[in-house]
């Protein structure tokens, strides 16, 4: 073995035993039964593999004790769902080089193993946000596409912060209220499906608001009109970009489709707005 083939074997042990600890910890961290038998058991595979791997390398390896930290963090905030579909993501990266190792005893199992790992995750994951997330979806969609296209238009008709802040807030309120009913109804009203009413309409509605609150708040705290839109917008294609990564890793569904679509109506809407605010201002002479 040469000195590059041994530090790439000494680099997937450290992925290993990395990898074992955090199945371990979140084996113990998580309520459902089903789901830490699951993940104990592959915390035991990826014990195994390292074994192996020691075997190979006739040493060694420390775990990343920052990338158990961030990890087990990640899944806590976030979801086991999210924090475990980003670290298979890493490990199915490294998987390439067990090419390194293929001609070494058990190799070929491990790398058997390693496939299989994701598709016991998606089977055992059953988070609420995940059967959710059509209604948060909803919320945030009609937030941002509605938000920063009404922001848009009081920005330029109104021509100050805080009665757009105020008109925003006002509109935010009654849309994601609405919003909220409209969903509870279409859920209730539904013949099948797993997702409760009024869960449902509480996920939309927290979605709104929680947008609503972020896209306004530049008018609350900067003078200049253009300013606070400018950040508005802003913000609204930073909570795009966030949400749709946080659903394809936890759904595994395409990042970039998603965020081009959502961030082009959003952006679309409030350039329409644009328009209209102007011949507001120019038409009906309006001067605040």
Do not use: C, W
């Not at 099948?192 to 509480?202: N, Q, V």
């Amino acid at each position: 073995m040469t000195d590059r083939e041994k530090k790439i074997v000494i680099e997937i042990q450290k992925s290993e035993i990395t990898e074992h600890l955090v199945y371990k910890k979140l084996a113990e961290m998580t309520d459902k039964k089903e789901n830490a038998e699951i993940l104990e058991r592959i915390s035991k595979e990826e014990m195994d593999h390292y074994q192996i791997l020691k075997r190979v390398s006739g040493e060694d390896a420390e775990p990343s004790n920052l990338r158990v930290f961030l990890y087990i963090k990640i899944s806590s905030i976030f979801g086991l769902n999210f924090g475990l579909k980003l670290m298979e993501g890493g490990e199915s990266k490294s998987a390439e080089t067990y090419s390194v190792i293929e001609g070494f005893p058990q190799a070929k199992k491990m790398m058997e193993d390693e496939k299989e790992h994701e598709k016991k995750i998606i089977s055992m994951i059953d988070e609420s946000i995940l059967t959710y997330v059509s209604s948060v979806v909803l919320g945030l969609n009609d937030a941002l596409v509605e938000l920063t296209g009404a922001l848009t238009g009081f920005t330029l008709a109104l021509q100050n912060s805080r009665l757009v802040a105020i008109a925003g807030l006002i509109t935010g309120i009654a849309a994601s209220m609405s919003m909220g009913v409209s969903n509870y109804l279409s859920v209730k009203h539904e013949s099948e499906g797993e997702k409760k009413p009024l869960k449902s309409a509480f996920y939309t509605f927290i979605s709104y608001i929680g947008t609503v609150v972020v896209l306004i708040s530049p008018y609350f705290i900067m003078e200049n009109i253009y300013v606070s839109l400018g950040t508005a917008l802003i913000l609204a294609i930073l909570i795009i970009a966030f949400f749709n990564f946080y659903v394809s890793i936890a759904k595994g569904l395409n990042f970039r489709e998603r965020f081009l679509e959502m961030a082009l109506l959003s952006l679309g809407v409030s350039a329409i707005n644009y328009a209209i605010g102007i011949i507001v201002r120019k038409y009906l002479h309006i001067d605040v």
